[in-house]
């Protein structure tokens, strides 16, 4: 027996000294908080009845309405004047006598709707103007002058369920007062013609939308109500055994779930867009059954939510996870706030709309504090008070608490059952000694404390210094490589601002039938952990961590501005200098090998329009050699859009060279123009040995090293950039046609349209050409001057291109255009004569070309041989435009070893015009109509061969290098068939 009474002893003793430190640590946090640094202002009410229920601020603010009990004077309306880190002026504006007591409040638009006794709901149309108007500091009742400034438009009955469990003993007794009232942040409206059956959901975005839709709540029972109907609600949906003290609409679109808390611990969230009976998620208060006095969504986090209740803590609870049991007891809590920090119960609770980390309560011992929830490096949480003020001036508790935002800076209002209404404000000073702080650098300190007391512009300026320094470099000489070099040398610097400017991207509000802890759709890996084993709490820290540095999701948003121009300035120059560094650091990870390099290029696909964006904001950082390293990355993977992607940054710096001359050289692409065009018609051709020299030319054109290559492709840039361009745009083109695939005729006539157009857009570029201002002294302005317009196998210096529409002429029978074209490169003091192509091109002249076009002519004289009349006119006319062509334009005795030369083409002439005259003479002979035909058969030969003279004669007159070719006898062969063939028109 003495040992079991020394134990208790012991026990007690043990209990004493918990309960002392208990009350210890309560009295420090009091303590320690910043009360000078949090600036209050209050206004006591003329509510003689010191019965005020409830507090609202309108979505317009500087209005805010404040509800009583009391029968008589029972709603007020204030006006609130801020200047920022100064106290907030409070003015009473009006006031009135309503018909019932006032429970509850919500304020939107113009609109106050008001819970009251006997289960009604009154809807209420305020004259904001009006009243910030009124400048008598006081209100008239219902029968004076204050009549028309507020009007009450409509009374709505709530229902409870029939099925409301019977108070037992300790628990409260349902009443018919409406304890909660809110407007819905959206515009919800039903396709099931309201009969309150939860039909199919449409929910409409906040956008220029007028509120329409708001809750009531009755005893465990919420009511949705269209405020232009109210003879029914539109859903009635039990969500509580017991009253509910609080409800609230989520503050994220689509804005369909309600959360409540009720008298028994419960909190539960309906989804108006699931039919039937819409809760998803439930949980019990610790298991308890302390009442939930005040429940708060996140405004960043749609999955966050925080109960304040008779436990005298915040629970923070994250909604991704629920319990195993029908009333989820078993649900972790994300994080416990104000534990050993409140004396008393939690009353109210309301999250920052500024900073994520942040959360206010107000409590039964009067007293209105700030916390704050910071991480540490081992994943652990604190929750600290950072701001304590007692914000009743006699007994009482908090009974309302919203946040707002005034001149950019966050306000609290928070309200006393007594009467007293008190705004508070987190001046500077508070949010600068718990700014969140990654880098000792004295700079980015500053940076850090500016952005997190939301001194964004300072901040900004501060930011914007340090890179200008870097992009501006501390000499004006210093070169662009340099500059580049030094921004590289502080990349962490620079990644690390970018993290303090970025805003986070709103998180989606996906909610509906998430369960992280039990849904096995949901056990993936993330973050090397299957997400089924994670706990509500450890998802949390992680999130809570990395979101609450900078900015938060949504912030702009949230506040429906932006950060200004300053903020926005530094934003984008900080952007821009961070992604020049991670491309330097994707094009050296595509060097490391074959699946970095797959991995790299889907990387910059996704950059491609911020890479474009960087190159007009800071020119200096995205130099050519960097443009075609990327480029080149795409290319390997996908060739068309690397052509474009390459094609982009050539346009942007040839229209940036009009305006940035100094900086920005349309010349210095030549490297990203020979990725471009790749295989050049100056590279080695993969088809021919490159041993020794052209026979006949002066200078070795086959082993031309890369400097070389790229120094003719600067000469073009240098006469006129937009002829590169045309060529760029003409090998897309032609790459398309070819990957495309399909009938091998229709892919070579695509081939040989798009060179045309190529040729055609050249000669309106070519009389315009100019010498650049420029001097070109590397000796390459005769390769320049190697473009002929009139022959689009000259048109480009791609080789692929090239060769793709000659091949396209065999594939076509057209062997006098290609004879045509390929002489340019069988011309001795041709600027092209040498060139690695050029054995190619002669040997597929030599050995398949001319053999196919001499067979062609072969068959078409043994026909006329053996049967003059037996081929249409058509044919002959083709047939003699081919060899006119080839006589012209062709110079066929350029080459020693052809089965083809002039005297030999003029023979073939002769011998089918003949027949041809032959065949018009009989139809002459024939008959008058038939004369008429044969007119009809000769005109488009007549016209097609008068106009190969003349553009031969004009082309020859304007050519850029001279023809040494006398072709004066086929001239007057082809003048005497035009005479001979005009006899018969």
């Not at 949480?381 to 919203?402: E, H, K, N, P």
């Not at 004006?476 to 970018?498: F, G, M, N, P, T």
């Amino acid at each position: 027996m003495e040992i079991q009474q020394s134990y208790n002893s012991v026990e007690r003793i043990k209990r004493d000294f918990a309960g002392l430190s208990a009350w210890r640590t309560e009295y420090l946090a009091s303590q320690l908080a910043d009360i000078e640094g949090l600036k209050s202002t209050s206004l006591p009410l003329p509510e003689e009845s010191r019965f005020t229920t409830s507090l609202a601020i309108s979505n317009n603010l500087p209005l805010i309405a404040v509800g009583s009990g009391s029968y008589d004077t029972n709603l007020f309306f204030v006006e609130a004047k801020h200047e920022r880190n100064r106290e907030t002026e409070l003015k009473i504006k009006a006031f009135f006598a309503s018909r019932f007591p006032i429970y509850s409040l919500s304020y939107q638009d113009d609109f106050l709707i008001t819970g009251t006794e006997r289960g009604a709901s009154i809807l209420y149309q305020v004259s904001s103007s009006q009243l910030l108007q009124n400048n008598q500091g006081e209100g008239e009742g219902n029968n004076g002058g204050g009549k028309g400034v507020v009007k009450c438009i409509e009374t709505y009955k709530n229902k409870a369920a029939k099925s409301v469990e019977t108070a037992a003993p300790g628990n409260h007794i349902a009443s018919r007062r409406v304890g909660c009232v809110a407007f819905c942040l959206g515009t919800i409206s039903t396709d099931d013609g309201g009969d309150g059956s939860g039909g199919a959901w449409r929910v409409l975005d906040r956008a220029n939308a007028k509120t329409t839709t708001f809750l009531s709540c009755l005893s465990g029972t919420v009511n949705v109500w269209d405020i232009n109907r109210n003879s029914k609600a539109i859903r009635i949906e039990k969500m509580a055994g017991q009253p509910i003290f609080t409800a609230e609409w989520s503050p994220h679109n689509p804005y369909s779930q309600i959360l409540s808390g009720s008298t028994d611990g419960g909190i539960s969230i309906l989804d108006l867009r699931k039919k039937g009976r819409g809760i998803f998620w439930k949980m019990q208060n610790d298991g308890q059954g302390l009442a939930i006095n005040d429940i708060s969504w996140s405004p960043f986090v749609p999955y966050w939510i925080a109960s304040g209740g008779d436990g005298g803590v915040v629970n923070i609870w994250d909604i991704r996870f629920t319990g195993g049991n029908k009333m989820g007891a078993g649900v972790d809590v994300a994080a416990v706030i104000g534990k050993n920090q409140i004396n008393g119960t939690v009353t109210k609770v309301c999250w920052s709309k500024s900073h994520l980390d942040l959360i206010n309560t107000g409590s039964s011992d009067r007293h209105y504090r700030l916390h704050n929830i910071r991480i540490d490096e081992t994943m652990g949480y604190t929750s600290r008070v950072v701001a304590d003020r007692t914000a009743a001036d006699d007994i009482g508790s908090i009974v309302g608490l919203v946040s707002g935002s005034l001149k950019d800076q966050e306000v609290v209002f928070s309200l006393s059952d007594c009467g007293d209404l008190y705004t508070h404000v987190m001046t500077d000073r508070i949010l600068s000694n718990i700014a969140i702080h990654k880098k000792d650098s004295e700079k980015e300190t500053k940076v850090e404390a500016d952005i997190y007391t939301r001194r964004l512009e300072e901040g900004a300026l501060k930011a914007l210094d340090f890179v200008n320094e870097l992009l501006n470099g501390n000499d004006s000489k210093e070169s662009d490589q340099e500059i580049l070099k030094q921004v590289l040398s502080h990349s962490a610097q620079i990644k690390h601002l970018c993290e303090i400017f970025e805003e986070k991207p709103e998180l989606e509000n996906n909610l509906l039938g998430r369960n992280l802890s039990t849904d096995s759709k949901d056990t993936a890996e993330e973050d090397g952990a299957p997400i089924a084993a994670k706990s509500a709490e450890t998802e949390f820290l992680r999130d809570m961590r990395h979101l609450s540095y900078g900015l938060p999701p949504g912030y702009f948003s949230l506040l429906g501005k932006t950060g200004g121009g300053q903020f926005e300035k530094a934003r984008e120059r900080l952007n821009v200098t961070k992604l020049r560094i991670t491309l330097q650091e994707l094009v050296a990870e595509a060097k490391q090998g074959e699946a970095a390099s797959v991995k790299t290029w889907g990387k910059l696909v996704q950059q491609e329009e911020r890479v474009c964006r960087g190159i007009r904001l800071q020119p200096r950082l995205f130099d050519p050699e960097l443009l075609k390293d990327l480029t080149k990355i795409v290319l390997a993977r996908d060739c068309i859009k690397g052509l474009v992607m390459g094609k982009a940054f050539c346009e942007i710096y040839m229209e940036m060279e009009k305006t940035h001359g100094a900086v920005v050289r349309s010349q210095d692409l030549a490297g990203l123009v020979h990725v471009l065009l790749a295989p050049t018609i100056f590279d080695p051709d993969q088809q021919q040995p490159t041993q020794g020299s052209t026979p006949g030319s002066s200078v070795s054109l086959e082993n031309l090293q890369m400097t070389q290559i790229r120094e003719i492709i600067r000469a073009y840039l240098l006469r006129n950039p937009i002829l590169v361009l045309e060529m760029v745009n003409l090998e897309i083109k032609v790459q398309e046609a070819v990957l495309k695939g399909g009938d091998q005729v229709k892919v070579a006539d695509k081939i040989i349209t798009h060179m045309k157009t190529h040729a055609s857009r050249i000669r309106s570029l070519v009389p315009s050409r100019k010498r650049p201002p420029v001097k070109d002294t590397s000796g390459n302005a005769d390769m320049v001057d190697s473009l002929d317009p009139y022959s689009p196998a000259t048109v480009t210096i791609s080789a692929a291109a090239t060769r793709l529409y000659l091949n396209a002429l065999i594939q076509m029978r057209s062997y006098d255009v290609y004879l045509s074209n390929v002489k340019f490169w069988a011309l001795h003091h041709s600027p092209l004569y040498g060139l690695p192509l050029t054995k190619t091109l002669l040997k597929q002249t030599q050995e398949v070309v001319a053999p196919r076009f001499k067979r062609q002519l072969d068959v078409v004289l043994s026909t006329i041989e053996k049967e003059p009349l037996g081929l249409e006119p058509r044919i002959y006319r083709d047939i003699l435009m081919k060899i006119a062509t080839t006589l012209v334009d062709a110079c066929v005795d350029l080459y020693s070893t052809l089965p083809l030369s002039s005297s030999s083409l003029l023979d073939y002439f002769s011998k089918i015009s003949n027949s041809f005259y032959s065949v018009l003479d009989a139809l002459v002979s024939h008959s008058a109509e038939n004369k008429l035909r044969a007119s009809r058969e000769v005109s488009p030969l007549i016209n097609a061969l008068n106009d190969l003279l003349s553009s031969s004669n004009s082309r020859s007159a304007s050519s850029p290098f001279a023809i040494d070719n006398n072709i004066k006898s086929s001239y007057i062969v082809i003048s005497d068939c035009i005479k001979q063939l005009s006899s018969y028109s």
